[in-house]
């Protein structure tokens, strides 16, 4: 069993940044794909990054692209997800996400395909105007 906790969010001004952070129990070598999500009440969760551990690909939603950055620590089997520039409708709970498989679809990497694995309990980013 692995546990995802997520730190780092809180509230900013528009065009601030925030950075997020999400600590695996585990090593995360054994989980290939690892990402963040989004959700803004009343919507779908959104993928906004998924990165595949074993080739370092990643693909970004078009909405963040330019402007979030993922990173890994290995050591600290740690996730980070660097926010620039951040926007109103950046506003959610953001939830990390691990997945064995994440294949590329239609030139886009994505957890989805085959199911999340693990969630983490989920931080919360509020971006004023």
């Known amino acids: 069993q692995v546990q995802l906790v997520e730190s780092g969010g809180g509230s900013v001004q528009s065009g601030g940044s925030l950075r997020l952070s999400c600590a695996a129990s585990a090593s995360s070598v054994s989980l290939n794909c690892m990402g963040w999500f989004r959700e803004v009440s009343g919507k779908e969760r959104e993928e906004v990054v998924a990165f595949r551990v074993s080739d370092g690909r990643t693909s970004y939603a078009e909405s963040v692209m330019g402007r979030f950055t993922i990173s890994q620590d290995f050591a600290k089997n740690t996730l980070t997800l660097q926010m620039n520039s951040l926007k109103p409708e950046d506003t959610g709970m953001y939830y990390c996400?691990?997945?064995?498989?994440?294949?590329?679809?239609?030139?886009?990497?994505?957890?989805?395909?085959?199911?999340?694995?693990?969630w983490g309990q989920g931080t919360q980013v509020t971006v004023s105007s």
């Open positions: 996400a691990a997945a064995r498989n994440c294949p590329v679809l239609t030139g886009r990497l994505s957890l989805k395909p085959y199911g999340i694995d693990y």
